[in-house]
């Protein structure tokens, strides 16, 4: 179960991959500064996932006005999320936890995807930037998308 509203949200430091370089993205490096939209998706390379972080992309100046950096997490390899976000142009920040701890964290770890064992819900949060979670939704399937109008409306409501 996701954790809740008002809960103080886990830190984190995944790992990232653009070029030659793999850095840390860390939540806490956002707290002070701006407010974060965190959202766990299954698997980078399917449908779902995919049409999800091209539609960020492709919005992403919404979410920097509203104050908010994005960071999205799967279970895959560093290797794996830059490989995808260059076949499909994805620009959001993709933070690999393939170890899993993250998403068990914030009680978003499915047990089994289809066979293919334990892998992240998808799940989105907004986190203000005081690190206090102010929105969380676990979609009921894999394959349903979470609301972004809600998430922007609780964006908005943080000023």
Same mark, same amino acid.
């Given at each position: *179960?996701?954790?809740?509203?008002? $809960?103080?949200?886990?830190?984190?430091?995944?790992?990232? =991959?653009?070029?030659?370089?793999?850095?840390? +993205? !860390?939540? @806490?490096?956002?707290?002070?500064?701006?407010? !974060?939209?965190?959202?766990?998706?299954?698997?980078?390379?399917?449908?779902?996932?995919?049409? %999800? *972080?091209?539609?960020?992309?492709?919005?992403?100046?919404?979410?920097? @006005?509203?104050?908010?950096? +994005?960071?999205?997490? &799967?279970?895959? &390899?560093?290797?794996? #999320?830059?490989?995808?976000? #260059? =076949?499909?142009?994805?620009?959001?920040?993709?933070? &690999?936890?393939?170890?899993? $701890?993250?998403?068990?964290?914030?009680? +978003?770890?499915?047990?089994?995807?289809?066979?293919?064992? @334990?892998? &992240?819900?998808?799940?989105?949060?907004?986190?203000?930037?005081?690190?206090?979670?102010?929105?969380?939704? #676990? $979609?009921? $399937?894999? =394959?349903?998308?979470?609301?972004? %109008?809600?998430?922007?409306?609780?964006? #908005?409501?943080?000023?």
């Amino acid at each position: *179960m996701a954790l809740a509203i008002g $809960t103080k949200a886990p830190d984190f430091a995944l790992k990232s =991959k653009k070029g030659d370089q793999i850095t840390d +993205v !860390t939540l @806490s490096c956002n707290f002070g500064n701006a407010n !974060t939209v965190l959202l766990f998706f299954p698997l980078a390379f399917t449908g779902v996932c995919t049409q %999800e *972080m091209c539609d960020i992309t492709a919005g992403i100046g919404r979410y920097e @006005s509203l104050n908010a950096k +994005v960071i999205a997490v &799967s279970v895959d &390899s560093p290797f794996a #999320q830059e490989a995808w976000a #260059q =076949k499909e142009k994805i620009g959001v920040t993709l933070a &690999s936890d393939l170890n899993k $701890t993250a998403a068990a964290a914030y009680g +978003v770890l499915l047990p089994d995807l289809a066979g293919l064992g @334990s892998v &992240s819900a998808r799940a989105a949060f907004v986190i203000d930037k005081n690190g206090v979670i102010q929105y969380a939704e #676990q $979609t009921p $399937t894999p =394959k349903d998308l979470p609301d972004f %109008e809600a998430i922007k409306g609780a964006l #908005q409501r943080l000023g």
